[in-house]
């Protein structure tokens, strides 16, 4: 029998780390990386034009991981900011990124040259945690690290180890 693989979905509103985590947790954990922004046109059903965003089938992402999961040596890790509305048996681990202060979130959807109105709809969604209620409404198994102040990625990557060792037994 093949070992178990792991499936780590990470979320949290723009802006707040989720790709800088998971290009590191990917290669220290040996995982493949689905970074969604790379599917999008291939798991949308339409494109947003007043949204300037993909309409996302989350149905579609989900076979799409199915799929890489079948694939990946070890485990997968998915990067974006819907990962958490996976179907929970799909997710072992569901890390969800936040940013309190949010004078530092908005600077950095600035940098990414955000419209007014695309940043004010991502600062509420960090305010009333979107991501994070979401996740914990599907039942994910929820770890939640506030990227503020900076990512502390060994620190985060020794939690994780320890959620997945404590699975494992």
């Given at each position: 029998?093949?070992?178990?693989?792991?499936?780590?979905?990470?979320?949290?509103?723009?802006?707040?780390?989720?790709?800088?985590?998971?290009?590191?947790?990917?290669?220290?954990?040996?995982?493949?990386?689905?970074?969604?922004?790379?599917?999008?046109?291939?798991?949308?059903?339409?494109?947003?034009?007043?949204?300037?965003?993909?309409?996302?089938?989350?149905?579609?992402?989900?076979?799409?991981?199915?799929?890489?999961?079948?694939?990946?040596?070890?485990?997968?890790?998915?990067?974006?900011?819907?990962?958490h509305l996976l179907?929970?048996?799909?997710?072992?681990?569901?890390?969800?990124?936040?940013?309190?202060?949010?004078?530092?979130?908005?600077?950095?959807?600035?940098?990414?040259?955000?419209?007014?109105?695309?940043?004010?709809?991502?600062?509420?969604?960090?305010?009333?945690?979107?991501?994070?209620?979401?996740?914990?409404?599907?039942?994910?198994?929820?770890?939640?690290?506030?990227?503020?102040?900076?990512?502390?990625?060994?620190?985060?990557?020794?939690?994780?180890?320890?959620?997945?060792?404590?699975?494992?037994?």
């Amino acid at each position: 029998m093949s070992p178990r693989k792991t499936v780590i979905a990470i979320s949290g509103t723009p802006g707040t780390g989720k790709t800088t985590l998971a290009a590191f947790l990917s290669k220290a954990l040996g995982f493949s990386r689905i970074d969604l922004h790379e599917h999008y046109k291939a798991v949308a059903t339409k494109y947003d034009r007043k949204k300037q965003c993909y309409v996302v089938d989350i149905r579609k992402v989900a076979a799409l991981v199915r799929k890489e999961k079948r694939e990946a040596s070890r485990g997968i890790i998915i990067d974006s900011h819907i990962s958490h509305l996976l179907p929970r048996r799909l997710i072992d681990l569901c890390i969800v990124l936040t940013c309190s202060d949010l004078k530092v979130l908005e600077k950095r959807l600035k940098k990414r040259k955000y419209s007014r109105k695309k940043i004010r709809e991502n600062l509420d969604a960090e305010i009333f945690q979107v991501c994070w209620l979401e996740a914990q409404e599907r039942g994910q198994q929820v770890i939640v690290f506030d990227t503020a102040k900076g990512m502390k990625k060994k620190e985060i990557l020794k939690r994780i180890v320890k959620e997945m060792e404590g699975r494992s037994r």
